[in-house]
């Protein structure tokens, strides 16, 4: 093999930052300035650019506070186009280190879809990725879709009815049911309330679906439970343009099996029997059966969770119809005696951000909070006591519905991809990537005559999706295994003849 990596080349790599690495042996380059030209940002505002993976070109993601005592896990985001503005980059399922290095991305096929509420469940007892994607106009239209490890589609489900499935909520129950949102238009006459006679509203409709078998197990209609005068939005002057009175935005399975359902038209959670619908108490709104204690109340909220602790989360957009000083995650205590509401905790940004629409909170294993933003492109992770760990942002005319964080193993099924550059006739630079898998830490690279007959020459770790290594070689071919810790192969790239 005439492959090697001398003094001078050792120094003029040096020089120019990269660095010669030896590992189990083997002698090779690894640049580490050329990894990071790969992925660079560019222009601020710029979407990624590969050179072995051409067809992905996710938005660039700024960390502006270093991750630091975060909890274990990777960050799972849904870039779309923000504020009706075309942002960088495609829309799609996007999985991030601290860094912002991408993981593992999905682009949606169809330019003109969204992905929402892309997140880690459980299915089957196994931990699955899970989202929304079609198309939405202030509430959605598509199907919810999940996937293995391998990142290979298992499931899709519909809504019932003859209904199409909302972006709003997506969720897995113990039971391997999936509960999820839909806005339905029903015509109504609002004259009494100032509006059309001929008017329309949307109404909240909560679906659980068996997944297997895409059968409707349970429905509840808010109009048959919440009346419009509990509703903040007036209609609307368009007669086309429906009254979306209740804007339900998310479902949540209480510690006693009935379900919580946060309304923004409503700016209300309500507890609801699983069995008949009814509601068993509202938590703030017009018609709050809890007296709310200071800094309770919230403004077109999002996100309601009940906790271990029995509190329940919500991240209080704050706006609009009134507007507070900026958006926050709030953590309250509810006392069933004395029917009451008490803040326990809030986590704000520094930027004193408002987030008109979206955004959620997320209580992570080890006490800490991670709160996506919503329309405002950030997402950060606090300790419980409200100290900033971690914040990154999308360019401004990126955001994300909800943003995560979780542990997470990905081993896709197809094989790494390369594409390799003759530097100069004895030199050659190959980039290397694995989209969405999660164990590799180096590449070794294999070089030869022709691609049945590949010898190992080099290594190097590995750095972001994309690696760069660099190495001096005549051979026709060459090609790169990924490897774990240990040592143990996972995949193998296709040969290939470098590029001039």
Known sequence: MNVKCTRRRFLAAAAAGTACVVLGGILGCESTKSARATASRGRAGQAWIF????????????????????????????????????????????????????????????????????????????????????????????????????????????????????????????????????????????????????????????????????????????????????????????????????????????????????????????????????????????????????????????????????????????????????SRGIVVDLDMDRMSATLVREYTHPKELIATSQGNVQILPNGNVFVGWGSSPFFSEYAKDGKLLFDATFPAEVESYRAFRFPWSGQPDGAPTLVAERESRGEVTLYASWNGATEVESWEVLAGANPDELEAVAAAPRKGFETAILVETTEAYVGVRAKNGSGKVLGTAVAVKPRD
């Not at 007892?125 to 298992?154: A, F, K, M, N, P």
């Not at 109504?188 to 909560?206: F, N």
């Not at 048959?224 to 509990?230: A, I, T």
């Open 51 to 326: 050179r072995s993976r051409p067809d992905l070109s996710p938005p660039v993601i700024k960390v502006t506070a270093r991750a630091h005592d975060t909890a274990a896990g990777n960050i799972f985001v849904a870039p779309k186009d923000g504020h009706r503005e075309a942002g960088p980059g495609q829309d799609g399922c996007f999985i991030v280190d601290n860094t912002g290095q991408p993981i593992w991305f999905y682009p949606l096929r169809d330019e003109e879809a969204d992905a929402f509420n892309f997140k880690v469940q459980t299915y089957k007892g196994e931990s699955v990725l899970s989202w929304w994607e079609g198309h939405h106009t202030g509430y959605g239209q598509g199907e919810y879709v999940i996937c293995d490890r391998s990142y290979e589609e298992i499931a899709r489900v519909r809504a019932g009815n003859g209904l199409e499935g909302d972006h709003h909520e997506f969720l897995i129950s113990p039971q391997d049911t999936a509960l999820l949102t839909i806005y339905h238009k029903v015509p109504m006459d609002l004259s009494a309330l100032g509006g059309k006679k001929d008017a329309t509203v949307l109404e909240g409709i909560v679906q659980e679906i068996d997944i297997e078998t895409n059968e409707m197990l349970f429905e509840w209609r808010s109009l048959e439970h919440v009346g419009l005068e509990e509703s903040y939005r007036k209609p609307p002057q368009d007669p086309s343009t429906p009254l979306d009175y209740f804007h339900i935005n998310s479902i949540e399975i209480d510690s006693d099996g009935n379900f919580l359902i946060s309304a923004k038209g409503t700016s209300a959670v309500y507890k609801v029997d699983r069995e008949s619908g009814e509601i068993l108490w509202r938590l703030g709104g017009r018609k709050s059966d809890f007296e709310m204690g200071e800094g309770t109340k919230t403004v077109s909220q999002h996100d309601a969770r009940r906790q271990e602790d029995g509190t329940i989360t919500i991240f209080d957009n704050g706006a609009p119809p009134q507007v507070h000083e900026q």
